[in-house]
């Protein structure tokens, strides 16, 4: 089947049993500034999760566009894409794993055709120092599928994946594994939530392509091994506990379930394959790229390079669809890395200089009746799609020309290499078949890639930040690391000079992380002065503000901001004291706290570490203790 036919047989399987069909929502989330993509089924339906009531109902099913640009470098392989259609059926609050489990084995087998043989699945194994059972109802739901068809399907509680690859499966088709696995929270396992959050198990199905386990992931295979021989084709969450201020868990009133079903995965599934390449779409430009290029995407030699164009054109398409452009920052450069890297690996095709905004069609055609606006905006596409491979074939072309002047000397340092890719966009291994080209006898590799971590690394922790609406996880001991972290910002600026400014930071409950412009180490009596500014102001009982303001006057204001990011016309801005007098003022999501003496309560703000991450740069990692 193509995964046009599946989504239609979803949707159409769903609306019979009562759920309502919602649209996808948009890839650029409306109204909310610091989330970079939908990247989820989930997403767009939390705060329905939450108690909220849906305009539609209580039983909703939908196929939602998601990308996920965590791991754009690492495409190639048969199973991970950056675009993905993750299909979704809801309760909230309405049915529950009695109806779910059975619809989900009906639509796999009866609807898909799947074998049910080839069918394993998995489930929570409880907590119990949380006083979480065992998920024997999801056990017991599955056992009686199975039956009903001749199997027989036996239960084995595995416990972590390193568990499951040191025993196996044991002749088993239900495994029970812990939290890492089977449970879902925004804030991930039980542990970590914080009071009054829900969460709950999960059951997840997967699929034996029977491949032979490959022993470099672990003794043993098992379904959540790596090794490819099984494939996560759906997950159903059951949202029915909530956490208490004692840590305990408790049932929730309004229980919800949540089912995510890879399109492509369930697709290729039908097909009996574990690539989701050889589906719809992706197998459309992949034969296109075939007629185009004379080379076959069976050769091994080029079917990463195959996979890289198709899912990247693809991905593209739709977030120029979706209103994103190609650009230096954020979404748009997002976009452009996309198309970039699209260019360079239909090179090493050899598709003719030109050709890849002619994909925007067959794209456009796919999905004409799921996804009308591509079809409406192909015009539109196919000029940012060739403006910008016409774009960086200029780039292209000027950075050869600094390659041959670095050539001269006959060796091309880490420091030039890396200018070329960050300045160019030349990926290392061109850079490297291109030095070679020209005589170039050695490329600093390593420091090449030590370069590249410390850039990385930047840049992660300061789109982490920014994107997740703040902070990943609001639990309190987190919040608080928040605000001192804003405090300790203003205390090194006042300590150091104004020339010190924020280039990355990550918080989690335990401790902050920043990363900040200053040329040399600190010295003792710089640390010490720094934690006394911050604990004073701590003392000092400051009231936290967050104020909307327009972007023009909070830089008036001085607010800090981040280096190199883009902000909306409007901005939420957290001033420490009141706004006219705040002793700190940055562009800022939240959440914080709402007076600093509350900082106090988890202890003394403290500087355990001080060190250089990048040239001209300094991190310090601090506690409250
Ligand atoms: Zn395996
Ligand atoms: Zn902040």
């Given at each position: 089947?193509?995964?046009?036919?599946?989504?239609?047989?979803?949707?159409?399987?769903?609306?019979?049993?009562?759920?309502?069909?919602?649209?996808?929502?948009?890839?650029?989330?409306?109204?909310d500034p610091t989330t970079l993509f939908t990247s989820?089924?989930?997403?767009?339906?939390?705060?329905?999760?939450?108690?909220?009531?849906?305009?539609?109902?209580?039983?909703?099913?939908?196929?939602?566009?998601?990308?996920?640009?965590?791991?754009?470098?690492?495409?190639?392989?048969?199973?991970?894409?950056?675009?993905?259609?993750?299909?979704?059926?809801?309760?909230?609050?309405?049915?529950?794993?009695?109806?779910?489990?059975?619809?989900?084995?009906?639509?796999?087998?009866?609807?898909?055709?799947?074998?049910?043989?080839?069918?394993?699945?998995?489930?929570?194994?409880?907590?119990?120092?949380?006083?979480?059972?065992?998920?024997?109802?999801?056990?017991?739901?599955?056992?009686?599928?199975?039956?009903?068809?001749?199997?027989?399907?036996?239960?084995?509680?595995?416990?972590?994946?390193?568990?499951?690859?040191?025993?196996?499966?044991?002749?088993?088709?239900?495994?029970?594994?812990?939290?890492?696995?089977?449970?879902?929270?925004?804030?991930?396992?039980?542990?970590?939530?914080?009071?009054?959050?829900?969460?709950?198990?999960?059951?997840?199905?997967?699929?034996?392509?029977?491949?032979?386990?490959?022993?470099?992931?672990?003794?043993?295979?098992?379904?959540?091994?790596?090794?490819?021989?099984?494939?996560?084709?759906?997950?159903?969450?059951?949202?029915?506990?909530?956490?208490?201020?004692?840590?305990?868990?408790?049932?929730?009133?309004?229980?919800?379930?949540?089912?995510?079903?890879?399109?492509?995965?369930?697709?290729a599934a039908t097909l009996g394959t574990d690539d989701?390449?050889?589906?719809?779409?992706?197998?459309?430009?992949?034969?296109?790229?075939?007629?185009?290029?004379?080379?076959?995407?069976?050769?091994?030699?080029?079917?990463?390079?195959?996979?890289?164009?198709?899912?990247?054109?693809?991905?593209?398409?739709?977030?120029?669809?979706?209103?994103?452009?190609?650009?230096?920052?954020?979404?748009?450069?997002?976009?452009?890395?996309?198309?970039?890297?699209?260019?360079?690996?239909?090179?090493?095709?050899?598709?003719?200089?030109?050709?890849?905004?002619?994909?925007?069609?067959?794209?456009?055609?796919?999905?004409?009746?799921?996804?009308?606006?591509?079809?409406?905006?192909?015009?539109?596409?196919?000029?940012?799609?060739?403006?910008?491979?016409?774009?960086?074939?200029?780039?292209?072309?000027?950075?050869?020309?600094?390659?041959?002047?670095?050539?001269?000397?006959?060796?091309?340092?880490?420091?030039?290499?890396?200018?070329?890719?960050?300045?160019?966009?030349?990926?290392?291994?061109?850079?490297?078949?291109?030095?070679?080209?020209?005589?170039?006898?050695?490329?600093?590799?390593?420091?090449?890639?030590?370069?590249?971590?410390?850039?990385?690394?930047?840049?992660?922790?300061?789109?982490?930040?920014?994107?997740?609406?703040?902070?990943?996880?609001?639990?309190?001991?987190?919040?608080?690391?928040?605000?001192?972290?804003?405090?300790?910002?203003?205390?090194?600026?006042?300590?150091?000079?104004?020339?010190?400014?924020?280039?990355?930071?990550?918080?989690?409950?335990?401790?902050?992380?920043?990363?900040?412009?200053?040329?040399?180490?600190?010295?003792?009596?710089?640390?010490?002065?720094?934690?006394?500014?911050?604990?004073?102001?701590?003392?000092?009982?400051?009231?936290?503000?967050?104020?909307?303001?327009?972007?023009?006057?909070?830089?008036?204001?001085?607010?800090?901001?981040?280096?190199?990011?883009?902000?909306?016309?409007?901005?939420?801005?957290?001033?420490?004291?009141?706004?006219?007098?705040?002793?700190?003022?940055?562009?800022?999501?939240?959440?914080?706290?709402?007076?600093?003496?509350?900082?106090?309560?988890?202890?003394?703000?403290?500087?355990?570490?001080?060190?250089?991450?990048?040239?001209?740069?300094?991190?310090?990692?601090?506690?409250?203790?």
């Amino acid at each position: 089947m193509t995964p046009n036919e599946v989504r239609a047989k979803y949707l159409a399987f769903f609306k019979e049993r009562g759920h309502a069909e919602i649209p996808s929502a948009p890839l650029v989330p409306e109204n909310d500034p610091t989330t970079l993509f939908t990247s989820s089924g989930m997403q767009p339906l939390v705060p329905y999760l939450l108690g909220q009531k849906h305009p539609a109902g209580v039983r909703l099913v939908d196929s939602q566009k998601s990308v996920r640009t965590g791991d754009i470098d690492d495409i190639g392989d048969n199973r991970h894409l950056t675009f993905f259609e993750m299909l979704g059926n809801w309760s909230l609050g309405d049915y529950f794993k009695q109806e779910q489990l059975p619809w989900v084995f009906e639509f796999l087998t009866t609807e898909l055709g799947l074998d049910p043989t080839k069918l394993y699945v998995t489930v929570f194994a409880g907590d119990e120092s949380l006083g979480i059972p065992v998920d024997e109802e999801a056990i017991g739901l599955w056992k009686k599928l199975f039956a009903d068809i001749g199997i027989d399907a036996q239960a084995v509680v595995l416990g972590s994946e390193e568990e499951g690859a040191a025993v196996g499966m044991q002749g088993g088709r239900i495994f029970a594994y812990d939290a890492k696995k089977n449970w879902w929270s925004r804030s991930g396992a039980p542990s970590n939530m914080p009071t009054g959050e829900p969460g709950g198990p999960d059951s997840e199905v997967f699929y034996d392509f029977g491949t032979e386990h490959d022993p470099t992931w672990g003794e043993h295979c098992h379904p959540n091994c790596d090794c490819g021989r099984f494939l996560e084709i759906g997950n159903s969450v059951f949202m029915e506990y909530i956490k208490k201020e004692d840590g305990s868990f408790e049932k929730l009133k309004q229980r919800n379930v949540d089912f995510g079903g890879g399109l492509e995965r369930l697709a290729a599934a039908t097909l009996g394959t574990d690539d989701v390449y050889v589906t719809g779409t992706l197998n459309t430009i992949i034969k296109k790229l075939e007629e185009w290029s004379g080379k076959l995407y069976s050769d091994m030699q080029y079917q990463k390079a195959f996979r890289v164009v198709a899912d990247h054109l693809r991905a593209a398409t739709f977030l120029i669809s979706d209103g994103v452009r190609p650009g230096n920052v954020e979404r748009g450069y997002v976009v452009r890395r996309l198309l970039r890297r699209a260019v360079r690996y239909s090179d090493v095709l050899g598709v003719p200089a030109g050709n890849l905004k002619g994909l925007v069609a067959p794209i456009a055609a796919d999905y004409a009746d799921s996804y009308s606006n591509i079809i409406e905006q192909q015009a539109v596409i196919e000029a940012e799609v060739g403006g910008e491979e016409e774009r960086f074939r200029k780039t292209l072309e000027r950075g050869m020309k600094e390659l041959a002047r670095f050539a001269n000397n006959g060796e091309l340092s880490a420091q030039d290499a890396f200018q070329l890719f960050t300045t160019y966009g030349f990926p290392i291994e061109l850079i490297a078949e291109e030095a070679g080209a020209r005589g170039i006898k050695q490329v600093d590799m390593e420091g090449f890639k030590e370069l590249l971590k410390q850039h990385q690394d930047l840049s992660r922790a300061g789109s982490e930040q920014k994107f997740k609406g703040g902070l990943a996880d609001n639990s309190e001991a987190t919040v608080r690391l928040h605000t001192a972290h804003h405090l300790l910002l203003k205390a090194l600026q006042q300590v150091l000079g104004p020339h010190v400014h924020q280039r990355g930071s990550n918080i989690t409950a335990e401790r902050l992380r920043i990363d900040f412009s200053h040329g040399e180490k600190m010295t003792p009596e710089q640390k010490t002065e720094v934690e006394c500014i911050v604990n004073e102001k701590i003392k000092e009982d400051l009231v936290v503000v967050r104020t909307e303001m327009a972007k023009e006057e909070a830089e008036k204001l001085g607010a800090e901001h981040e280096f190199g990011a883009k902000y909306p016309e409007c901005v939420s801005v957290y001033s420490i004291g009141p706004l006219e007098q705040a002793f700190s003022i940055e562009f800022c999501g939240g959440p914080h706290v709402e007076h600093t003496a509350e900082i106090a309560q988890a202890g003394v703000f403290k500087i355990q570490k001080e060190e250089a991450v990048a040239q001209g740069v300094r991190r310090i990692k601090a506690v409250l203790e």
